[in-house]
C-alpha cells in the first residue's frame, strides 16, 4: 500500500509462506480429484455438494462445478419434496451471494444465480432486486449484475416506469454512471414508443432528456458517459430496408436496383422480385462485386424480350420482401436507359426533419456546448457534439464552422484523427450529395477535399463524372463498382498504390490517376476488365520511371490512349 515500509521477510518467514501455500495446494488438488471421482461414479449426493462449496468458495470461476451442482440440484429436486427444495435453493442463494463477495464479476457465479431462480419453487424477486441495488452501490458499472437485474425485471414483471426511476436515482447520484445511460436508452422507447421511428422516444420526452443530459455533462465536461447518451439522443432509428433507385440500361441490358440499408437477396427465393411489362420476369440477381454478400445494390440481365426497341415504353417494376417496397421505372423508346430515384432530401437520408420545437432546443444546446468549449478548449467530447448538433440543424449552413470544429478536434484529440478524417470524409460526401440532387446534376465535384474514404456510393449510381482530385485516398473501394452511369473519374493527386480488387465500371471512358503512389502495371491490372475505357492518364506516378512500363501497359489495355510522361 502507499505509504507503508515494506517489512522485509527472514527466510524463515518465506520459508512458512511457501509451505502454506503447498498445504492449501494439496487439499485444493485432494477435493478437487474427490469431486470428479464423485461425478465419475455418479454420486450426486449433498456430499458432493459440500465438496464444490469448498473450492467454488475460493474459486468461483471453475465453470464445471458449477455444472455438476445444477446436476445435483436437479437429482435432489427430483428425490425430495417442494418444501426440501426450496430449503436447498434458499442455501444455494446464500452461498452464491459469499461467492459473489469473493469476486462480483463472475461469469458463473451469476449464470448459476438465473439458473437457481429459475428451479426455487417459491423465488423472492424482491430480495433480488435488493440484491441487486447492494452490488450496484459497490460497483455502479457491474454489468454482469446489470444483466441479472434484467432477468429479475423481467421474470418479475417490473414495470418500466419503476426502473425509469431506479436509473433515475443512480444517475442523481453520480453522472458517470454509463450503464445507468444505456438502460435509459433501453426503456423510453418502451415507455413513450414514437409511432413514425419504432425503437425510438417521442419528442417530448427527447427534448427533457436533452436537458437532463445538459446538466450532466456541464457538471462533469470530461466524463464521457453523459456525452455518449447525448449522440444517442441526437441518432434515430435503423429505418428498413427500402429501394432507393432503380436503373434501367438498354445498352448493358441490365437493371440495377439500390437499396437503403444493405441487403441479402437468395437464389430462387421471392425476396425481390422483378415484373417487365406487368409479367413476372424470373432473373439472377448479382452483387457489383460479384460476391453477392449483403450489399447495397443488387443487378440483373434482361433478356431481349424485355428491351424490344420497336414498342413505345417498357416499365419495369420491382418488389422487395414482405414490406412489399416497391419502385417502377420507365425505359421509353429512342432512349438508352431510364431510372426512378427517391429524393435525398425528401426521404431524409441524412438527417431527420426537426420541428420547429426541437429545432429550437437543438440551437440552445449548441449556444450552450459552445460556451462550454469556451471554458474547456481541449475538451474533445463537447467539440464532437458540437459538430454532431450542427449536423442536426443544417449540415450545408453549418459546413464550414463544421470543418474548422474538426481541425480543433484533431488537435485536441490526435489518438483519433483517423477515425476523425473518415468521419469528416462522411459528411462532406453527404453534404455533395444533397448540392447535386438540389442541382439536380449528375457530375460531382469532390476535389481538394481530404476525403480519406469513399461512403453512399449508392446515391451515385446515375453520376456520369466524378472528381476525386487532390484528396488523401489511399485505395479505391469494391464498392466504387455500383456507379454504373460513370463515364469520366479523375483521381489525381491522391496516395492510391494499386487498383487491385476494383471491379469494372461498364461506362467508364476517360480515367485519370496522375500523382499518385502506383508502382507496377500489374497494380492496375483490374483496368483490363474495363470494356469502354479509352484514355488513362498517369503522369506523376512512379510506374513511369520504368522501362517496359509503356510496353506492358499497352500489352494490358491495347484499346486504351496512355499518358504515362
Known sequence: MHGRLKVKTTEEQAEAKRLEREKKLRQYVAVTTAIFEKRKTGQLDKEALELTNQILGVNPDFATLWNFRREIILCLEREGSSEEMQSLCHGELSFLESCLRVNPKSYGTWHHRCW?????????????LELCAKFLEIDERNFHCWDYRRFVVQRAQVLAADELHFTDRLITRNFSNYSSWHYRSCLLPRLHPDSQQPGRPTEAVLLKELELVQNAFFTDPNDQSAWFYHRWLLGRAEPEPTILCVYVSREDSSLAVAFSQ?????PGSCDLLLFADEAPLAVNWRTPDGRNRPGLMWLCDLPASALNEHWPQHTFRVHWGSEQSQKECVLFKGRSDGWCRDSVTEEQVFRCELSVEKSTVLQSELESCKELQALEPENKWCLLTIILLMRALDPLVYERETLSYFDTLKAADPMRSAYLDDLRSRFLVENSILRMEYAEARVVDLSCRGLTVLCHLEQLLLVTHLNLAGNRLRRLPPALAMLRCLEVLELDGNQ??????LPPLPRLEELSACS???QRPSD????????????????GNPLGDLPDAQS?????LPRAEIALA
Open 116 to 128: 437457481v431462480m429459475e428451479h426455487v419453487p417459491d423465488p423472492d424477486w424482491a430480495r433480488e
Open 262 to 266: 444493405p441487403v441479402v437477396v437468395t
Open 496 to 501: 492510391i498504390e494499386t487498383l487491385e480488387g
Open 516 to 518: 499518385n503512389r502506383i
Open 524 to 539: 492496375l491490372r483490374p483496368l483490363a476488365s474495363f470494356p469502354k475505357l479509352r484514355l488513362l492518364a498517369l503522369r
Open 552 to 556: 506492358e501497359l499497352a500489352a494490358l
